[in-house]
């Protein structure tokens, strides 16, 4: 009776406990994506899987919301280009409103991110997949009011 009990207990705690630590392991991760991001840390590309899909959500002046796809090898090249410049002005993002949960094997990071100089904060999220063993970025999501991307081939 022993035995078939600690079965059956270990078939509901082992998932439960597996889970709890992917979700700790993607909390972990995305908190040094942030602080990497903060201190423009050349090793930023490492958080993201080969061809992460690199969405932002943009805030149209007249209304509106239009979504452009930020081809991956453009999105790290800008990346270490304005890096530089977003160190210059101290540029960083705060993220409040975390919320983690899983989908399928992935794990979602939503979360309100507030630009340098905002206050209202614009939502965001992060897909995080396993790869390598590694939890990592494969689909990432920021509404901004940078016009600029509107033009993003």
Not at 23 to 35: E, L, M, R
Not at 44 to 60: D, S
Not at 111 to 118: K, S, V
Request: charged fraction near 20%; include cysteine.
């Amino acid at each position: 009776m022993k035995k078939i009990l600690l079965i059956i207990l270990s078939i509901f705690i082992i998932p439960i406990y597996a889970l709890a630590n992917d979700t700790t392991d993607v909390q972990k991760t995305f908190n040094a994506y942030v602080n990497d991001a903060n201190n423009y840390s050349k090793t930023l590309p490492n958080y993201y899987i080969n061809n992460a899909k690199i969405i932002r959500v943009v805030n149209k002046r007249r209304g509106g919301q239009h979504a452009v796809i930020i081809p991956y090898e453009r999105y790290v090249k800008e990346l270490n280009g304005h890096s530089a410049l977003a160190k210059a002005v101290n540029y960083k993002n705060r993220y409040v409103n975390i919320k983690i949960t899983k989908h399928g094997n992935d794990y979602k990071v939503s979360a309100t991110r507030i630009p340098r100089n905002d206050k209202s904060g614009l939502p965001c999220y992060f897909v995080f997949t396993k790869y390598n063993g590694n939890w990592k970025i494969k689909e990432e999501s920021m509404t901004t009011n940078v016009q600029t991307f509107l033009g993003a081939k």
